[in-house]
């Protein structure tokens, strides 16, 4: 079985400040890892992902991730928070060999509140 | 190019009652999945259709089912409405079943149940 591990129900950050959301996983086989951002009733909007290759993936919105297989952590990172980024952020896991579907595991979420 | 849409945007049913949810996928997919999130969870997939096909089911009842149309539009329905129903419901579509494509969420559809 696959699990999705957000440890942290909110993280604060003062505006300008590096921000790190974190996430770990557990799955059978090589992940792949997915970031996604929810603002209030709204959908999910894909950041980034990581499929394979190089362990620092960029994305959206100057959003990037870092997966560590020894680790099997995969932390969302910003070097400088803008108040906008405010909002519910999700972690996601897919097998390689999911049957031939995309049944997509998601982390319960973190809240990620930007201070002016 | 015109993104995945969904309809209505919130529905009120009562206990017992049917419901059916749509959803329109991103132009060029042919791959639709649902989702339920409860209030203060990740998404839940509920099950995927693949070029009109149920592909993949997550742990759901059956009276969780679905339709996918030639279109790749897709229907979510429920029947026999329960009170922890209520969710919002996320329609993704992606080009392919492949695990590394990448899944595009259209709004939602809030369903209270009373």
């Known amino acids: 079985a696959q699990s999705v591990a957000q440890p942290e129900d909110q993280v604060n950050v003062a505006e300008g400040n590096p921000l790190t959301v974190k996430c770990t996983y557990s799955?059978?086989?090589?992940?792949?890892l997915f970031w996604y951002v929810q603002y209030p009733n709204r959908g999910l909007q894909f950041l980034l992902k990581?499929?394979?290759?190089?362990?620092l993936v960029k994305g959206s919105y100057g959003f990037e991730a870092e997966f560590n297989k020894s680790q099997t952590s995969f932390h969302l990172k910003k070097p400088s928070a803008l108040v906008s980024d405010s909002a519910l952020y999700f972690c996601a896991v897919r097998a390689p060999n999911s049957g031939g579907y995309q049944k997509v595991t998601f982390g319960t979420g973190t809240k990620l509140q930007v201070i002016p | 190019e015109t993104g995945v849409t969904q309809s209505p945007t919130h529905l009120i049913k009562t206990r017992g009652q049917q419901v059916t949810l749509r959803c329109s996928s991103q132009?060029?997919?042919?791959?639709v999945s649902w989702y339920q999130q409860a209030l203060g969870q990740g998404p839940q997939f509920i099950f995927q259709?693949?070029?009109?096909?149920?592909?993949g089911r997550g742990n759901f009842p059956p009276r969780f089912s679905g339709l996918q149309f030639p279109n790749y539009s897709s229907e979510l329905n429920v029947n026999a409405l329960e009170l922890d129903d209520s969710a919002l419901y996320l329609c993704?579509?992606?080009?392919?079943?492949?695990?590394?494509?990448?899944?595009?969420f259209g709004p939602g559809t809030r369903l209270t149940v009373l």
């Open positions: 259709y693949y070029r009109e096909e149920e592909n």
């Open positions: 799955v059978s086989g090589n992940p792949y």
């Open positions: 993704a579509s992606s080009s392919g079943r492949d695990p590394t494509d990448t899944q595009y």
């Open positions: 132009s060029g997919h042919n791959t």
């Open positions: 990581y499929i394979t290759g190089d362990n």
